[in-house]
């Protein structure tokens, strides 16, 4: 291979690498977004949300193409290959990290058909630790880090014991007050969404791993969702 | 190219042909298990419809291997280079289905700790029709038929609606009686998941859009979920 398409797969990789740390900016940021308009419990705000989705998916789009065209033009291998494979894989979970911060401000709408619910505030505490996850999964992947990766593999368990948590607390508040029982089911429903976002950031740093290693890290990862259990 | 090495191509695409739809089968006869051990509360038989998800994770990641031996070895382009995309986003579709219905079969585990809530009769209709949406996805997929791969989409919008009555419904009986409020919200992620098995069946026949056409399907999909709109 000569030097010179050398250094252009070279630098459509890091092209790569840009689209997907500027998607995962952008997720983090509807996620953040989201919890702000549901407290705030402004729907125009949260219709801008839901809007901005758009250029979450469009930036996938934009990667699969890029993925498709440098694996017909490069037909790289080895670990070429796992880069662009690992760009394809954590390109799809971010968008699912954008779908779920969109849905939690499009159930936030329907929150405020009705009267505010004050156990809704365990929600933002949940949601920075989602997003926390996400940010240090990001990070290890931009490094290549991959035991910074299995680091955030190990703290989704912390998001599921919350999240967990904060399912009891709606559950014991839908039973002493059954005039909240549609909004606290849009709150566990939201609840939800922000516990799947960690496995989403569990999945990017096991996308991390392989990048790295050429194989998928051993051991389980930590069991989600523990309310189903 | 020699005729050799074509014909080898082709073996392995009909191998990845084969995985998938064998994929998809115990997917299917998975959901078709967990509502079955649901409506006869058979936590044993749960176990087992939890524990036979490995067989599809399994075979998930067979694929993915196989996929990234193609593409090192043989290098695809144009179509053949669509065919082994489709296969590895699809087969992550198939994982997800999987993962769906492993989650019902475990949530019906902790259904059986308290007493059957009759609600729960509209389940196995929802549960037909997505394990027929993801059948018909499939054998789109199989069939290459970009067309019958669209009118599955078309169809996801029958399974929202079904999906949004029986979600109201549980809404309604838990206001009605407080105490089954912890089963039916079990009832009503159980459900959810099944409206999710119809977006991956959606997935699937984009996907097969995509592998005929080289291009996304024109238009928007049906709106998932109308219970957060």
């Given at each position: 291979m000569t030097d010179h398409i050398v250094k252009s797969f070279d630098n459509e990789l890091t092209r790569l690498d840009g689209e997907i740390q500027r998607m995962g900016q952008i997720a983090v940021a509807q996620l953040?977004?989201?919890i702000d308009v549901l407290q705030r419990r402004d729907s125009q705000a949260a219709m801008r949300v839901v809007a901005n989705d758009e250029a979450i998916d469009a930036l996938e789009h934009e990667i699969s193409h890029d993925v498709l065209r440098l694996l017909a033009l490069r037909q790289p291998m080895a670990?070429?290959?796992?880069?662009?494979?690992?760009?394809?894989?954590?390109?799809s979970d971010i968008e699912r990290i954008g779908d779920y911060a969109a849905n939690v401000a499009k159930r936030s709408m329907v929150l405020n058909q009705s009267a505010p619910v004050t156990v809704a505030?365990?929600?933002p505490a949940l949601a920075?630790?989602?997003?926390?996850?996400?940010?240090?999964?990001?990070?290890?992947?931009?490094?290549r880090d991959a035991d910074k990766a299995m680091q955030v593999r190990g703290r989704d368990a912390e998001l599921d014991a919350e999240?967990?948590?904060?399912?009891?607390?709606?559950?014991?508040y839908m039973a002493e007050d059954p005039r909240q029982?549609?909004?606290c089911t849009h709150l566990l429903f939201i609840a939800?969404?922000?516990?799947?976002?960690?496995?989403?950031?569990?999945?990017?740093?096991?996308?991390?791993w392989f990048l790295v290693h050429g194989e998928l890290p051993a051991g389980d990862r930590a069991k989600a969702d523990l309310t189903s259990s």
């Open positions: 953040d977004a989201a670990r070429d290959l796992r880069e662009v494979y690992a760009a394809l894989r954590i390109s505030r365990g929600l920075r630790l989602a997003n926390n996850l996400v940010t240090e999964a990001l990070a290890a992947y931009r490094l999240y967990t948590g904060l399912f009891r607390e709606l559950l014991t029982i549609t909004a939800k969404n922000i516990e799947r976002i960690g496995d989403h950031a569990t999945n990017i740093a096991e996308n991390t």
